[in-house]
């Protein structure tokens, strides 16, 4: 699925799953990244993106993930994208307000959500996204800015996929938000959370590039994780570093439990059933990358019944 995955993503995304219910929630978080994502990845973004005036692929990222919240500046989008250096954000915003208007950008979005993922649903996706829809209307907000735009400023899928793609929306940055709050209760920066993540063999080997980070900042991140113990001397994660790693990933978890808590654990593996199949098609196809500087690792098969059932 884009490229052989490190036996250390495989470690860091299990250490810490204590019960197939855990591990079931997992496999749907991946696929719900997948079907969000495609509207950055795949070939057709940068040209709707273009479309509207925006130019290059990371003033479309940015703009394009931040519109739901209006025409923000980029200290706002540095506090809520988290990992990226302010430089790097500066660079697209607020420039791009210059050039395209945020209902056009988050229509030309929409738009691309919709052309990509008709590509790759190749069973019925309406249950799924009735069922995450219900998920994502339900959710109590509070804490949860991106999310919480998101929910506020996507309008109603007109058809399965738009649904499907505005729920897998903003259920992804619930997550993310409570996924950030649990970094900065750990004391961890964005930098740090970025080498940190990568000490873990989960990024791609250009993650400092990707983020915007200098050489001298990325070393002393790394330092800082060195004297707090979770880094060795060649840069990879101790047992301790693993292990409050993976109480991060446990807390995302708890946080992000509230999203998936109207289903029981029989609609929960009916609604990864069908929606797994579709982040695969999307991994297989390149249209997301793996893996990636998100992280995420790549969705895995999962079956429409419980093991021995």
């Given at each position: 699925?884009?490229?052989?995955?490190?036996?250390?993503?495989?470690?860091?995304?299990?250490?810490?799953?204590?019960?197939?219910?855990?591990?079931?929630?997992?496999?749907?978080?991946?696929?719900?990244?997948?079907?969000?994502?495609?509207?950055?990845?795949?070939?057709?973004?940068?040209?709707?993106?273009?479309?509207?005036?925006?130019?290059?692929?990371?003033?479309?990222?940015?703009?394009?993930?931040?519109?739901?919240?209006?025409a923000?500046?980029?200290?706002?989008?540095?506090?809520?994208?988290?990992?990226?250096?302010?430089?790097?954000?500066?660079r697209?915003?607020?420039?791009?307000?210059?050039?395209?208007?945020?209902?056009?950008?988050?229509?030309?979005?929409?738009?691309?959500?919709?052309?990509?993922?008709?590509?790759?649903?190749?069973?019925?996706?309406?249950?799924?996204?009735?069922?995450?829809?219900?998920?994502?209307?339900?959710?109590?907000?509070?804490?949860?800015?991106l999310?919480?735009?998101?929910?506020?400023?996507?309008?109603?899928?007109?058809?399965?996929?738009?649904?499907?793609?505005?729920?897998?929306?903003?259920?992804?940055?619930?997550?993310?938000?409570?996924?950030?709050?649990?970094?900065?209760?750990?004391?961890?920066?964005?930098?740090?959370?970025?080498?940190?993540?990568?000490?873990?063999g989960?990024?791609?080997?250009?993650?400092r590039?990707?983020?915007?980070?200098?050489?001298?900042?990325?070393?002393?991140?790394?330092?800082?994780?060195?004297?707090?113990?979770?880094?060795?001397?060649?840069?990879?994660?101790?047992?301790?570093?693993?292990?409050?790693?993976?109480?991060?990933?446990?807390?995302t978890?708890?946080?992000?439990?509230?999203?998936?808590?109207?289903?029981?654990?029989?609609?929960?593996?009916?609604?990864?059933?069908?929606?797994?199949?579709?982040?695969?098609?999307i991994?297989?196809?390149?249209?997301v990358?793996?893996?990636?500087?998100?992280?995420?690792?790549?969705?895995?098969?999962?079956?429409?019944?419980?093991?021995?059932?």
């Amino acid at each position: 699925m884009g490229g052989a995955v490190d036996p250390r993503q495989r470690a860091l995304y299990t250490e810490g799953v204590t019960s197939d219910r855990a591990d079931l929630e997992r496999q749907l978080w991946r696929a719900v990244e997948a079907v969000h994502a495609v509207v950055y990845f795949a070939p057709e973004a940068k040209a709707a993106y273009a479309g509207v005036g925006l130019r290059g692929f990371w003033m479309g990222y940015f703009a394009s993930r931040v519109a739901a919240l209006g025409a923000v500046g980029p200290q706002v989008t540095t506090a809520l994208f988290f990992g990226f250096a302010p430089r790097m954000v500066q660079r697209a915003l607020p420039r791009a307000w210059e050039l395209a208007a945020p209902h056009e950008v988050l229509a030309a979005r929409a738009e691309v959500a919709r052309t990509v993922l008709g590509r790759f649903a190749g069973v019925d996706v309406a249950p799924a996204a009735n069922a995450l829809t219900a998920a994502a209307d339900g959710l109590d907000l509070a804490g949860r800015p991106l999310a919480a735009a998101h929910a506020a400023a996507l309008a109603e899928g007109p058809d399965a996929l738009g649904a499907l793609w505005r729920a897998a929306t903003v259920l992804r940055e619930y997550r993310g938000d409570g996924h950030i709050a649990a970094l900065v209760a750990e004391g961890v920066d964005g930098v740090q959370a970025n080498v940190w993540t990568a000490a873990g063999g989960v990024l791609v080997p250009e993650q400092r590039e990707f983020r915007g980070w200098t050489e001298q900042e990325w070393a002393g991140a790394a330092a800082a994780l060195r004297r707090r113990g979770w880094l060795d001397g060649d840069g990879m994660l101790t047992p301790a570093g693993r292990e409050v790693r993976a109480e991060v990933e446990r807390r995302t978890d708890r946080a992000a439990a509230p999203a998936l808590a109207r289903l029981d654990d029989a609609a929960l593996r009916a609604v990864a059933a069908r929606l797994v199949p579709v982040a695969s098609a999307i991994a297989q196809a390149g249209a997301v990358p793996y893996p990636n500087a998100m992280g995420v690792p790549a969705p895995r098969a999962i079956s429409a019944a419980p093991a021995g059932s």
